[in-house]
């Protein structure tokens, strides 16, 4: 007895009662079959976001109103939407955030001021006032004879000692910038006289406006060797200085004796009057 049973050949299967299955496609069946359904799901979902993008187009056109609808009473106006930052080809956007960071403020440096300046306040600010102009009125005292000053007397100045308020007057000057060189000195007296020298002796005289005569009242002020002394030089006579002689002031060439010294250096203190 063989022990394996012959199978029944399958290209007669009626006459060995085989029958093939029918229900199950070949193998090259099932691949069409496969491919239409992926083509047709491909071509669903094309048609489903086509379908999405027209419904949202719609909807921003129904959204933001033109210009001229905002402005009909009862329409409601939505602000303007950023612009959309570009994006590269991976969908990212390409601008980078432009926030900065917050400034480092020092303790030790000054904080803004909260007040704002005065010209963006609209108040009106006032210009600062000239300063007054100021008389300066002097006395001159002799140095090696204290108790007596410069004094107006018959047109001439002589050195005399102080007397009544009238002598008081008299010695008492106004001293101005030189009227031939303001850096210099001039005298003038409360009449309006000016202190000049003529025939190389000191007196009071009317200013006629001459250069001779502005040169003649114009004396500069130099040092001398006695504390708080000054000495008067002549513009138009450099080397020539005021100084008393038999107490009588004059102008004199510099001679290098210590009683010249002495005699041509006077203190210019305030005022008698």
Known sequence: MPLNKSRSPRDQPWENGWAPDTSRAPGTRRLWLAGGMAVAT??????????????????????????????????????????????????????????????????????PSSKPPAHETGSPTKAPKPPAATTTWR?????????????????LVALDPVRGSESREDSTFKQVKGLANSSCLSFATHDGKYLRHRNFVLRAERNDGSALFAQDATFCARGSGYSGGTMLESVNYPGYFLRHKNFVVRLERYDHSSLYRADSSFRLVSGLT
Do not use: M, Q
């Not at 006395?139 to 047109?155: C, E, K, L, T």
């Open 42 to 111: 491909i071509v669903a979902c094309a048609t489903a976001i086509a379908v999405s993008e027209r419904h949202s187009d719609d909807a921003s056109a129904t959204a933001a109103p033109s210009a001229e609808d905002t402005s009909v009473p009862g329409l409601i106006s939505f602000a303007t939407p950023s612009a959309t930052p570009r994006k590269d080809k991976s969908g990212l956007p390409t601008e980078r955030p432009t926030t900065k960071a917050p400034e480092r403020h020092d303790s030790a440096s000054p904080k």
């Open 139 to 155: 006395s001159v005292r002799a140095v090696n004879y204290p108790d007596r000053y410069w004094h107006v007397s018959d047109g």
